[in-house]
């Protein structure tokens, strides 16, 4: 399991230097949630809106992990994603937690549901760490694309402020972003499946492009 952290120290995060930088994964998680929400064309619009806007040299294809699997440790960068239940059992925790202490990133996205259940396995993962709110002048919201007012509200669901919430390691390192009330996946797929007008889906794809930006070259 060294791979992975001394990868990420000799490449000081640089998206250009070989394959395992330029892949992102899709976390496939137990509890009866659906993890495949938005699985056929989310990330793979955001990869392609990511390389063709900033430049960014990241994989077409989004390969499935389960969070136990050593193959986590491939992937710089993690997306969940659901409705519903989650749950982390003690391999999964054991694992998880692992992968994001040596360096690796997961986004966790509300896709309306999953709130309650991702917060409690949150809990689990760092007991000893609080979900903090990321501020508007953090630099995810201002590292490419700018967003001065923090998190884009894309869709409304519960009418409530769209929040990012972070969990950070004990060098300050952003390793967990769960992004709630605002649905960043949805506005990633194709416009034909949610309607969306045109620039509320570029919106999203900006702002889901600022955290790749942030998370490959941190």
């Not at 499946?193 to 998370?215: R, T």
Request: net charge positive.
């Amino acid at each position: 399991m060294k791979l992975f952290k001394a990868f990420f120290v000799a490449s000081f995060f640089i998206i250009s230097i070989n394959a395992i930088a330029q892949q992102i994964a899709l976390l496939k998680y137990k509890g009866g949630g659906d993890w495949y929400a938005n699985i056929t064309t989310s990330l793979p619009n955001l990869v392609r809106f990511s390389n063709r806007q900033i430049h960014t040299k990241i994989a077409k294809d989004i390969p499935v992990v389960t969070p136990d699997s050593p193959e986590i440790f491939n992937y710089p960068f993690i997306h969940m994603t659901g409705h519903g239940n989650v749950f982390f059992d003690e391999s999964d925790i054991k694992n998880l937690r692992k992968y994001l202490l040596n360096g690796g990133f997961l986004h966790v996205d509300d896709n309306y549901g999953m709130d309650k259940y991702i917060r409690r396995e949150i809990k689990k993962l760092f007991p000893d760490k609080k979900l903090v709110e990321l501020p508007k002048n953090h630099p995810i919201f201002s590292i490419y694309f700018k967003f001065p007012n923090g998190l884009p509200k894309i869709h409304e669901h519960n009418g409530k402020r769209p929040q990012a919430f972070g969990i950070f390691d004990d060098h300050g390192r952003l390793m967990l972003l769960y992004t709630y009330e605002s649905d960043l996946g949805d506005g990633w797929e194709s416009q034909v499946i949610h309607h969306d007008p045109p620039e509320v889906h570029q919106k999203a794809l900006k702002m889901g492009a600022n955290i790749l930006y942030y998370v490959f070259t941190n």
